[in-house]
């Protein structure tokens, strides 16, 4: 059987022009390969072909498989395609180049930070840093003897604005101090032009985010200024306002603006409160000229609110937080120390007394045209300060309307001369040294030539027969000095005697109760009273005292010839709620019991008898002693005498004394003498604390000593 022609045996056709080169010829056996050099497909195996003249069988149709053939140029599915490793040097290359971004990246940002913006930054932590913020401690209250509130701190608030949320820039008004402090005038009470100036940039400090409107508003301003600004950002809220801020900065012909209405701004955005604290006086002005007022800063700045202040401050406590922007951040921590409180003072005072007497004091001041007065109340055992009231006074909540000669307290800062009540100091001299007995007669002529001068008594009169008791009783001024020159026997040594006795009595020296501006009065060295001098101490012209030390002397008498030293603070309580008592006060003995009997009895007749200059203080069922005085009176401006000064001290029931109740009426112009004026005011204020203290009627009859004898 002959083989078929094989593909050497075919003719050779010549391949038109232009076309691709034939691929060269394989040779037998060589596998077969494609035109772009892919590998080649497996040969397949050579059919045998019919010889010439011999029939081919009919080709039988041979299912087709269910899968198409794949497109020109790709491998069969059937076929698995090779996996190639990646290069490992080409994978470190990119390892390392993504490494060098991100350092470079980081070099910039930190020469970025550390150069370009580090006065930016440096500026932004200025604005994000710590703040300390002082916690005010409360203030001690001041309270009466029974308790009741004299003077107490209450809830404030400051208010403060940031001056920086008020520029153009920010606010996008050209008046945002002006619209805001139009607001706030009304509510705060602060002219409308103080508050504009404050919520201006500081020219020297532009930058500042701090200023303080105003201090100690009550709750009830703060939560009006709350309610506006609320209100005004609820207005600025609307769609309206909204599409004018989104054209702020925008130019003209795109419909911008530079500044919005008036309706789509809040001018209180920028201003803020702080809680603080106001002193409060519920009592208004009782007591006011003992208790005294604080200052703006809530220091104490006169009577005892300077006295102590110290233990009424308490110690401050602080808060430390982190502010960025102005701003507190909440999350970054921070440190607190809680304030200490002040303590609270309970006053020796009682309050119905204390409002008797000024009641009383008001009204005799204002009926005779005195410049001014004030009463005390003393109890004679204790030496308590039961009331101490001037007129005028003043109002502690409202400064404003008090003149600056009303803020003191005249009881203990006046230096005045006592006139006749300082006979009974002389008569204590006398008596103590047995220079003379009540009953001693003493002859008292209408005139008595001393050194350069010629005294008389308050009225002319004939020659008076007089006992002791007697010259106290009629206020003889020529009868007292009559008296003290047999204190010794020279006049020298009666004015060292006389001398001694006023310094055990306190006079010349601070009473004790430490009060801011206190006078301690005025009394010379015996060896420097001049020629009239040493004759009108006796009667009580030449030296000073105040109220307290005048009152003390009588007080002293009441007490069996023992002086207590006064008091007005009867204790503390401390932040722990515990009350400390005040020691008691320090006693020193200056005369004899049987003295102060004898001059308590003599001091009934001034009251009890007709001849008596104080027959105005009586007070039924009840033994009263007392003296009254008219001195003349010193104007301390020009420091020569103008007018008088009237008073009246005494104390009851004689027979068993418990308080002590001085007037003192200064400068008078409907009358001037001590009984007149003075009595009337003692009289009202004795009978009330009488009745307050419930103190019993007196059990027996004055023994109303006789003030005079026959020759």
Request: hydrophobic content about 35%; aromatic content about 6%; some cysteine.
């Amino acid at each position: 059987m002959s083989r078929p022609p094989g593909d050497a045996d075919r003719p050779r056709r010549t391949p038109p022009a232009g076309s691709r080169p034939a691929a060269p010829r394989r040779r037998v056996g060589e596998p077969r390969r494609s035109a772009d050099g892919a590998p080649p497909r497996p040969a397949r195996p050579a059919r045998p072909r019919p010889s010439d003249g011999e029939r081919r069988p009919a080709a039988r149709p041979r299912p087709r498989p269910d899968v198409r053939r794949p497109a020109p140029g790709r491998r069969p599915a059937s076929v698995p395609r090779a996996i190639k490793l990646a290069d490992p040097k080409r994978r470190l290359r990119l390892v390392t180049v993504s490494l060098g971004l991100v350092f470079a990246i980081f070099a910039g940002r930190l020469v970025q930070l550390q150069l370009l913006d580090s006065d930016a930054l440096a500026a932004g932590a200025g604005a994000n840093k710590y703040v300390r913020v002082k916690l005010p401690a409360e203030r001690g209250s001041i309270t009466a003897a029974d308790g009741t509130v004299l003077a107490t701190t209450v809830d404030a608030y400051d208010i403060t604005a940031d001056p920086t949320m008020f520029t153009p820039e920010a606010t996008h008004l050209p008046d945002a101090p002006e619209q805001a402090a139009g607001l706030l005038a009304p509510i705060l009470g602060v002219s409308k032009e103080k508050l504009a100036g404050s919520l201006h940039p500081n020219a020297k400090n532009p930058k500042s985010q701090y200023a303080l409107l105003t201090s100690r508003q009550t709750p009830q301003a703060k939560a009006q200024i709350a309610d506006l600004k609320s209100s005004l950002a609820r207005q600025t809220d609307t769609a309206n306002c909204r599409g004018q801020r989104e054209l702020l900065g925008k130019p003209a012909e795109k419909g911008g603006r530079q500044f919005l209405d008036n309706a789509c701004v809040n001018p209180l955005a920028g201003v803020f409160w702080e809680q603080s604290t106001k002193r409060s006086y519920p009592a208004n002005g009782l007591a006011a000229n003992l208790v005294g007022f604080v200052n703006a800063e809530g220091t104490g700045t006169g009577g005892l609110e300077l006295q102590y202040q110290q233990q009424l401050a308490g110690e401050d406590g602080y808060s430390t937080y982190a502010s960025a922007g102005g701003r507190r951040v909440a999350t970054a921590g921070g440190s607190r120390q809680d304030a200490v409180p002040g303590n609270d003072l309970r006053l020796t005072v009682n309050p119905d007394i204390q409002w008797a007497a000024q009641r009383a004091i008001t009204d005799q001041v204002s009926n005779s045209g005195a410049e001014k007065g004030y009463v005390i109340v003393q109890d004679v055992k204790t030496g308590q300060v039961l009331a101490m009231a001037s007129s005028p006074g003043f109002n502690p909540n409202d400064l404003s309307s008090a003149r600056a000669d009303q803020l003191g307290n005249p009881a203990l800062q006046d230096a005045y001369e006592p006139g006749s009540t300082a006979k009974l100091m002389t008569m204590a001299a006398v008596l103590d040294t047995g220079s003379a007995n009540w009953d001693t007669h003493v002859t008292v002529p209408n005139t008595l030539q001393r050194s350069d001068r010629v005294f008389h008594d308050d009225i002319d009169h004939e020659t008076w027969y007089l006992t002791l008791a007697g010259v106290l009783a009629k206020s003889s001024n020529i009868g007292t000095i009559e008296a003290a020159e047999h204190l010794g026997a020279t006049q020298a040594e009666s004015n060292k005697v006389l001398a001694g006795y006023l310094d055990k009595f306190g006079i010349g020296k601070p009473t004790g109760l430490g009060f801011p501006g206190e006078t301690r009065g005025i009394l010379a060295k015996p060896e420097d009273w001049n020629g009239s001098q040493q004759y009108t101490i006796p009667f009580g012209q030449g030296l000073s005292v105040n109220a307290l030390q005048a009152t003390s002397v009588f007080s002293t008498i009441a007490n069996g010839g023992v002086r207590v030293a006064p008091s007005l603070l009867a204790g503390t309580t401390g932040p722990d709620g515990r009350f400390t008592p005040a020691p008691a006060g320090a006693q020193s003995r200056v005369v004899t019991e049987a003295t102060a009997k004898t001059l308590t009895e003599m001091l009934e007749s001034v009251v009890t008898d007709e001849q008596g200059t104080g027959n105005k203080a009586q007070i039924p069922g009840y033994r009263v002693a007392g003296k009254t005085g008219t001195a003349d009176r010193v104007d301390p401006k020009t420091g020569k005498y103008s007018g008088y000064t009237a008073s009246f001290i005494g104390f009851a029931p004689a027979d068993q004394p418990r308080v002590t109740v001085s007037c003192v009426i200064q400068h008078p112009v409907n009358g001037h003498f001590g009984g007149q004026l003075c009595g009337p005011v003692f009289k009202q204020v004795m009978e009330f604390t009488l009745k307050t203290l419930q103190v019993p009627p007196s059990g027996s009859e004055a023994p109303n000593l006789p003030v005079d004898w026959k020759p």
